[in-house]
């Protein structure tokens, strides 16, 4: 997903996975998958069949385990700052942060095709790929926008 804020002499991109589910959403969820899995497991032990408690269980707190790992892996963002004369790359991962500055006037916009395709930023042999977690379409979109800023200037 890619939100645009025009501000003075200063345009922002901010860039972040699409999101399913909100972290509210993800509790609902679980406590009713939780719920229901539970009913099921208390009938089977009642029919004689108690194995299937802790297997439910386990189930549970493996899906819980995925469904954070996946809301975390969505918490990252990607900040791109256009001033007149530079461009600030900003990461926010979960695991690292990093921020890259490029002067307006030698920045290269590359796009790497491939089945996976990569739209890096650069000059003086130092690049940084934005939007990874995007999909084509918005990729695209994002290096046809950085191509026209590029050009353009914010008085």
């Known amino acids: 997903m890619i939100e645009q804020r025009r501000g003075e002499g200063e345009l922002r991109l901010i860039l972040r996975p699409n999101a399913s589910?909100?972290?509210?959403?993800?509790?609902?969820?679980?406590?009713a998958l939780g719920l229901l899995m539970g009913m099921i497991g208390l009938s089977f032990a009642a029919m004689g069949a108690w194995?299937?408690?802790p297997f439910s269980g386990g189930e549970l707190l493996l899906?819980?385990?995925?469904?954070?790992?996946?809301?975390?892996?969505s918490a990252v963002r990607?900040?791109?700052?256009?001033?007149?004369d530079r461009l600030c790359v900003e990461h926010q991962g979960i695991d690292r942060r990093y921020r890259r500055e490029?002067?307006?006037a030698w920045l290269r916009i590359e796009w790497r095709g491939g089945p996976t395709p990569r739209l890096l930023l650069g000059s003086?042999?130092?690049w940084v790929e934005v939007g990874a977690f995007l999909g084509e379409e918005e990729?695209?979109?994002l290096a046809k926008t950085l191509q026209q800023v590029r050009a353009q200037h914010f008085d």
């Not at 990607?78 to 007149?84: K, L, M, P």
């Open 21 to 31: 589910l909100s972290p509210a959403q993800a509790r609902l969820l679980l406590g």
């Open 51 to 53: 194995l299937v408690l």
């Open 63 to 73: 899906l819980g385990y995925a469904l954070g790992y996946s809301m975390r892996r």
């Open 78 to 84: 990607e900040i791109i700052t256009v001033t007149d």
């Open 102 to 104: 490029f002067l307006r």
């Open 124 to 126: 003086h042999g130092k």
């Open 139 to 141: 990729k695209r979109g």
